[in-house]
């Protein structure tokens, strides 16, 4: 298999990759991500993650780029990365006995032959209390992660059900990728 350049800094994306027997590089692209309440969830990750691929693809052409950024979405509002833990109890307030959406964005190939998707997940949480959430916030690091959660630590404290890609909502939809990088043979020479 052809190896791949992540696009991210993310701990999880890379740990997919791997998991899913890809050999991978970081590449971390830097730039500043868009954050518009205006645009659609799809049309704001795509966004996101065209800006990461670009500034790594133009540098490295010949190589496989793959570039992500996932958003959450509630009511009309783009819910990123918490700046504070203060914030991070504020978003989760919010979401929990909610059900919202999370959508990534995904820009994978050559800089010659760049193929981009994104994927829908829905993503129901329990109810909460102020204690519940505090209690879960210390047991993670929400700073990094959009929406101040993380659906591979969830141990079924805060996430009732997940309708689609569970990979999708920890950042990375490996059913989709995988599906484009192992069929397309376009990106695997």
């Known amino acids: 298999m052809r190896p791949i350049v992540l696009a991210s800094a993310s701990p999880r994306r890379l740990d997919l990759l791997r998991d899913a027997g890809w050999k991978v590089s970081v590449d971390v692209s830097g730039v500043q991500e868009i954050e518009d309440d205006s645009m659609r969830p799809e049309v704001l990750a795509l966004e996101n993650a065209r800006?990461?691929?670009?500034?790594?693809?133009?540098?490295?052409?010949?190589?496989?780029?793959?570039?992500a950024d996932t958003v959450v979405w509630f009511a009309g509002r783009f819910y990123g990365k918490p700046r504070t833990l203060i914030e991070a109890q504020a978003m989760l307030a919010t979401l929990v006995g909610q059900t919202h959406e999370v959508v990534t964005g995904v820009v994978a190939g050559s800089f010659s032959e760049p193929v981009e998707f994104a994927e829908h997940s829905r993503v129901s949480f329990h109810e909460l209390n102020a204690e519940s959430i505090e209690s879960y916030l210390l047991s993670i690091n929400p700073l990094d992660k959009a929406g101040g959660y993380a659906a591979q630590d969830n141990d079924g404290r805060l996430i009732a059900k997940i309708e689609?890609?569970?990979?999708?909502?920890?950042g990375l939809p490996m059913e989709r990728l995988t599906e484009l990088l192992g069929g397309d043979q376009r990106l695997q020479v």
């Open 164 to 170: 689609g890609s569970v990979s999708n909502v920890i």
């Open 51 to 67: 800006l990461k691929w670009n500034s790594i693809a133009v540098r490295r052409p010949k190589d496989l780029i793959v570039a």
